[in-house]
Each structure stands twice: as structure tokens, then as C-alpha cells.
């Protein structure tokens, strides 16, 4: 059994017992500290486990990779093993609209939590791949969730596709040289 399935039956062992986020992210730290090596020949952008109350994927972020602003409407837990990814955080104005309310950049063997309301956008501010383990607690590709037009800031329905579409034009807008000492 390779570490990433026996990691992925402790957090199901974690979640059967009561276990949340906080322990999650204990375990996620556990086996950045002892697999970070690893992540190198580790297959990407797969998805080690999937259930209705738990979904865990390896992800690699690509030199200068960006998102659109979204939500996963369940906790998360972001764990890098290689580079840094940087979090910027949202939340909802008044009128609507969504402000910019902090920015936490996440470091090799690092791990932060992500509450359910959670709104971000995430980027590799590196000229090489971020790798890193995420767990959610829930479905991540059957929830509900949002994401909001990086040109008009409308709020959408996630849709995988053109969620994708728009990863590919910021990252490729951020790895343009007159970009990359820009802040975000």
C-alpha cells in the first residue's frame, strides 16, 4: 500500500471518529514532514480518495499558476510539500460585491485550514510547480459551489470547464515577464 492510500485511510479513520479540520491538518503536516521527498515522483492531480465527507487530491500548481476567486463550501485543508502557494481571501461587501481581506502565503511543510465559507483565489508566485496535498470535507466534484468572473467579479455557478479556461489565462497572463513582479 503506497503512504498516500494509508494516509488517506487515517483521515477516513480521523473523520469516522469525530475528527475535522484540525485534526486533518495535524495529519496533513504529519506526511509533509515524512513524504515532501516523495511528492516529487508522486503521480499529480490525483485524486487519492473520494467520499461524500472526504475528498483528497495530490495537485501541482504550475510556475505562476492562479485561479479565479471561488468557494468549496467545506472546510479544507491546504498542505504544500514543494514551493509556496499563496491564499487570498474574500468576503462578501454589503452591496454584494467581494473585497480582498488578507493574503496568507502557505510554505513547503506548512499547512493552513480553510473554514467553510471560505472564499479564495490561490497562486504560485514561483517560476517552478507548487506541489500539495488538499483535503476537503466533502465531495469537491459534486458540491455546489462558486466562482466569480476574474474580468466582471460576477459570482457563477462552478463550472469545471470554464473554471479551467480561466486557470489557464491568469496563469498564463502572471507568467508573462512584465507580470511576474506585479502584486495580486
Known amino acids: ?3 498516500l492510500n494509508e494516509f488517506a485511510l487515517r483521515c477516513r479513520q480521523c473523520i469516522d471518529d469525530g475528527g475535522g479540520a484540525v485534526e486533518i491538518r495535524t495529519l496533513v503536516k504529519q506526511v509533509l514532514a515524512a513524504h515532501a521527498a516523495d511528492f516529487v ?6 485524486i487519492v480518495y473520494r467520499s461524500a465527507d472526504l475528498f483528497i487530491v495530490s495537485l501541482a500548481q504550475p510556475p505562476y499558476g492562479n485561479t479565479p476567486i471561488h468557494d468549496h463550501g467545506f472546510w479544507a485543508v491546504i498542505g504544500i510539500a514543494d514551493g509556496c502557494e499563496e491564499n487570498a481571501f474574500f468576503e462578501r461587501s454589503e452591496k454584494g460585491l467581494i473585497d480582498k481581506v488578507k493574503r496568507v502565503q502557505v510554505n513547503a511543510g506548512e499547512a493552513i485550514i480553510l473554514a467553510p465559507d471560505a472564499i479564495h483565489k490561490i497562486r504560485n508566485p514561483l517560476g517552478t510547480k507548487s506541489l500539495g496535498l488538499h483535503v476537503y470535507g466533502g465531495d469537491l466534484t459534486a458540491a455546489r459551489r462558486h466562482m466569480w468572473n476574474p474580468h466582471t467579479g460576477q459570482e457563477l455557478p ?3 470547464s470554464q473554471f479551467e479556461a480561466w486557470c489557464e489565462q491568469l496563469t498564463a497572463a502572471a507568467a508573462s515577464p512584465e507580470r511576474q513582479s506585479c502584486n495580486w
Do not use: A, N
Not at 515522483?41 to 490525483?46: N, V
Open 158 to 160: 462552478l463550472e469545471q
Open 1 to 3: 500500500m503506497s503512504w
Open 41 to 46: 515522483q508522486t503521480e499529480i492531480d490525483r
